[in-house]
């Protein structure tokens, strides 16, 4: 196994070149998402005491890691869109083990991990999800009413329902995993590209349209969907997730920003990254309350401190690695696939302490 270590500096801010304006190369139509090449832009990091280590773990085989979770032991999960398959990383030994999906062309996109250990993924080639039992080391797979839908990000709810979106189908749906019963819940902007989801503290399930340039709510008991719009237009909001208050925090992919709506309020707010047209596109929200997103076209990973609102970069030492999703687990380690040269990237930011001591 290929293992790449490295101390990179961490710096509030970056100068540079923008990348390019479009997302990077997909297996799959997202519609309002080309697919160009991202050209990073330049960065000169110095060194400094502020240090975070970065390590990179190659794939057996490639495959182009999508999307990643954390199961209860630790454990690393992710799929592999180009390589239909399912793969786990164990970082206390640092191997890998894969399993090949079932059917040709499903294509393995999105990924959630059930409270009784099962993984559950997206075929999004396939129109359909699967449940696989890593005990048995068997897949199951649930069709999707609508064909053709594309189904794209999921969640689990408090209740242990399984949310997704259907990125060409413009619908969120919910399945029973007891029943394997699926109920579809239409946006109401069409041909918005249904992508992240969440579930704030309160049930609510939120969902961001990356082409409708907005973010939405289902109510899990009346069904009710609700759309919001940012104060930026067309700005991409493409995932999304909520903080322990209830507010829901989304990358702005195509403003180069990070959005926050306080549903208590109905007010947004909009932070830049530190560079324009950074393409902020994974997002999740750590223990800490520090708000950590991928930026595509800056080739790095950051972290937003809501109480200063003041960022932090971490250049990625492979070019173009394009991070997808990214989690913390239970360490406080951030975990991110690079789909571009087939990595799990791990960032310790408590190596910054231990540099300074």
Not at 302 to 330: H, K
Request: charge should be negative; proline fraction near 11%; hydrophobic fraction near 40%.
């Amino acid at each position: 196994m290929y293992v790449v270590a490295a101390l990179v500096s961490f710096a509030a801010a970056c100068g540079g070149d923008a990348g390019s304006p479009d997302a990077t190369p997909s297996p799959t139509t997202e519609r309002g998402t080309p697919a160009p090449t991202v050209t990073p832009r330049p960065r000169s990091p110095t060194p400094s005491a502020n240090a975070a280590t970065l390590r990179e773990y190659a794939l057996p085989a490639g495959g182009f890691p999508h999307s990643l979770a954390v199961d209860a032991q630790g454990r690393i999960w992710f799929t592999e869109l180009f390589g239909n398959r399912l793969g786990r990383f164990d970082p206390g030994t640092e191997t890998f083990q894969e399993w090949a999906v079932p059917r040709p062309n499903a294509q393995p996109h999105g990924i959630a991990i059930a409270a009784d250990g099962a993984v559950w993924i997206t075929h999004i080639g396939l129109s359909a999800i699967a449940r696989f039992d890593p005990s048995t080391e068997r897949f199951q797979e649930f069709s999707i009413p609508t064909p053709t839908s594309g189904p794209h990000s999921l969640v689990f709810d408090a209740s242990g329902m399984l949310w997704f979106t259907e990125s060409q189908g413009d619908r969120v749906g919910r399945l029973d995993p007891a029943t394997g019963a699926v109920e579809e819940f239409p946006v109401l902007t069409p041909e918005s590209v249904p992508y992240g989801i969440t579930v704030a503290p309160d049930g609510g399930v939120w969902f961001a349209l990356l082409r409708g340039g907005k973010i939405g709510r289902v109510d899990p008991v009346s069904g009710v969907v609700e759309e919001f719009e940012p104060p930026t237009p067309g700005q991409g909001a493409r995932r999304i997730a909520a903080d322990a208050s209830g507010r829901l925090w989304f990358t702005e992919y195509y403003a180069g920003q990070i959005g926050m709506f306080d549903p208590a309020t109905g007010t947004f707010h909009e932070f830049p990254t530190p560079a324009p047209n950074s393409r902020p596109y994974a997002i999740t929200i750590a223990r800490d309350g520090a708000v950590w997103v991928t930026e595509e076209a800056g080739n790095a990973v950051a972290r937003f401190d809501p109480a200063t609102e003041t960022w932090q970069e971490f250049p990625i030492p492979s070019p173009q690695a394009a991070c997808r999703t990214i989690v913390e687990d239970a360490n406080g380690v951030i975990w991110c696939p690079e789909s571009g040269p087939s990595n799990l990237l791990r960032l310790d930011p408590s190596a910054r302490s231990s540099q300074q001591e």
